[in-house]
C-alpha cells in the first residue's frame, strides 16, 4: 500500500466513525446513517481515482451561507437545534472531501470528525461508544501521521490539482503501522490504567495550607447582619447529588441544608454556649454510624462536594444516619451540629446517608445526653427586652395552653411583614423592636431571631439555626447547587411528644438565583467544574470499584448496543433532546466562531496574474507536462511545450512577469484575453 491509499483511507475511516458517533447519539435513523456511508464510499472511490478534490469556484464559501441558514432555521422555525447542527457538520464533511483550496483543508475535516465526537460524548453513556472512541482516538493518530508524512511531498497550502496525485511512489512499511499503532494503543492503555487504578490519596494535607477565608454567618458567634451579607454574594458553596436505592433522585419536599446551632443571645451577637458531645475519629471509606431511625420512610444518600469557603461544618439535610469523608475526626455538639476537626481547609467531598421524610423534623431528642443544665435552660435564655416585646409574646400566646399552638400563633404573626435585605435601624430602638413595631420587614435572620425571642417569653424551648436553603437545581447534572445566596435562618422549637420541629417564619426571596434563568453557557461551566470535581480532583477508591462492577456489567450491553444500531429510531430523538437544544446551540456558536476564525486567518489572496500562472501550470500537468517546482516561468516556456500553444503560453508568462517582478499595474482586459485563452489549452 503507498502512502497516498493510506492516507485516504485514514481520512473516511475518520469521517465514517463521525457518522457512527452521530448515530449511535440517535441523530440518524440506521437507514440515513447507511445512505451516509455509502456517500463517503463513493467519494472514496472519486478521489481514489484523483476525480476530486476539485477548487471551489466560489469566493465566498457555501459553508457560511449553511451556518447563516442553521441559524434562521433555528431561531426563525424552532426546529430541532441537535437536528440542524448534525445536518450541518454533514454538510461540513462532504464538502470538504469534494472541494479543497490546499491541502491544510484536511486539518479542518478531523476538526469536524472531533465535533461530531464530541456530540457522541454528551449522549452515549455505553461502553459501545467507548469502543467507538478508541477507534477514533487510533484513525485520528494515523491521520495526522500521514499528513506529516504527505506534507513531505507537498506543499500545504498547494492547490488540489498539484496534491491530489502525490504520494503514490512512497510505499507504506508495515513496521511504521505497526509500530505507530502500538504506541498509540499503549499510549491511551497506560494513561488510563494509571488514572484508574493509582492508588486514591486524600488531598486533606494539601488543604492545610489553604488561605480560603470564612464566610460570614457560619462560626459559633455571629453578628445579627452577617447572614443577610452574604447573602447578596452569589458564589458556590457546594453541590449536591442525591441518589436512592442506586438511582439519581431529586428531593420533593423544601431542602435544608442544617449547619450552625445558635443558643445564646445579647441583643447584638448570637453565640453558642452548647458543648462537644461526641468525638468520634473517622477513617475514610469506613465512616460513622450516627443516628437511628426507626420506621425510616425516605432514605437517601447525599454525596456533598463543597468549595474552599473556611467553614468547619458538615451541613446536613434531614437526620444524618451514616457519615463518611476527607475528615479525621467528627464532633458533635449538644444542639446536634456536626462539625470537624479542622477550621480552614481546600474543597472537600463527604457523603450522608439521611432520612428526609419529614422536612419539618430534626430530632426527637432533647439533646444527645439529657443534661439538666442545658435543657431547657440554654434555650430560654433572654437578653434586656422591651415590655412591648413582652406584651407582644403574651398577646399571642395567652389564649392557648400547648407549645405548638403558641408556637403556630407566633408564626402567623409574621404572615403579613415584607422581605428586605436593605436594613436601616432606629439608634433609639433594639434593632429587632425596630423590625418588631416599626420596619416590619427584613431579611431571615430578623425574622428567625425575632420568632425565637417571642417563643422563650411564651416559655417554649427554642434555637436559631444557620444553614442553606436549597432551591436551585441543575437539570442537565441533576445535582443541587448551594450558593452564598441561598444562606438563610430559621428557628428550631422544642414540641414535647415531637422532638425540635422546624418553623420559618421569613416569607419568600422575592429575588431568587435560580438556575432554570441562567445563561446556557453559565450552566454548562458550572456542570463542567461539577464534573472536574466528581470525576478528576474527587476520584476515589469507591469510584473505582463502581468502575470495574461498571465494565463487567456493561461490557454485554456494549455488544448489544453495537448489534441494534440498526434499530435506531428517529422519532426517540425528540423527546431526548427536549431540554438540550441551548447546549446543543452553544456547540453551533463554538463551531461557528471556530470556523470564521479560521477564514478570518486565511492567507492573503494571491494576484490575480499569479492565479492565472497558477491555473497555467495546472492545465499543462493535466496535458501531461511534468511541472517540477523547482522551475522557473522562463525555463517552463522549454519543457516541452507544444508549437501550437507555445504563443498563448509565452503571452501569459510575460504578462506574469510583469506584474509579479516588475511591479507593474494590473491591466484588467489583458487579464480577460488571458482568461479566454486558459480555456483553449
Known sequence: MNLRTGFLISNYLLAGLALICLALSEIFSS???????????????????ATIPVSPSKKLPSSIWGLLLVILLYLGFDFPILNLVSAFLVYLLYTRFIFKTDFNDYLFGYLIAIVCLLIGALYVQGLAFGIVFLSFYLVLSWCLIFYHLMTEQVHDQISPQLFKNRGKNEKLNKALLGWSTGLVLLSLIMTAVIFITFPRVGLGFIALNSSSSPVSGFSDVVTLGDVGKIKQNTSVVMRIEYTKNGQPFRPQSRILWRGVVLDHYNGQVWGSTLNNEVSLPNKTGKGLSLFRVPNPKEIV????????IGIPYLFTHGIPIFADGNFKRLNMDQGFALKTDRTHFGPKKYTL??????????????????????????FLQLPKISDATKNLASDLTKSFRSNSEKAFSILNHFSDFGYSLEMKNDPDKTALEHFLFVRKEGHCEYFASAMVILLREAGVPARM?????GEEWHDWGNYLIIRQHHA?????????????????PTPPDPTPVAMQSASPLTRSLDLLRMNWQRYVIRYSSKDQKDMAQFFRSNSKDAIDSLKNLTSLNWGDLQGRIANQKWALLILLTIAGIVFLFRQRNLPPRLPQAVMLYKELQNRLEHKGIRIEPHLTARELLSSGIPAEKFKQVKKIIDYYERIRFG??????????????????I
Open 31 to 49: 437507514i440515513t446513517a447507511g445512505i451516509l456511508i455509502a456517500g463517503l464510499i463513493y467519494c472514496f472511490a472519486l478521489e481514489y481515482r
Open 465 to 469: 439555626v444557620n444553614g442553606f436553603v
Open 353 to 378: 446517608v439521611s432520612e428526609i421524610s419529614d422536612p419539618n423534623m430534626t430530632y426527637s431528642l432533647e439533646l444527645p445526653t439529657p443534661d439538666e443544665n442545658v435543657f431547657p435552660k440554654r
Open 488 to 504: 438563610h435562618s430559621w428557628v428550631e422549637a422544642y414540641l414535647p411528644g415531637r422532638g425540635w420541629v422546624v418553623f420559618d
Open 663 to 680: 511591479n507593474q499595474p494590473a491591466n484588467l482586459d489583458i487579464e480577460k484575453k488571458i482568461k479566454a485563452s486558459l480555456n483553449s
Open 301 to 308: 444518600e447525599q454525596t456533598v462536594y463543597m468549595e474552599s
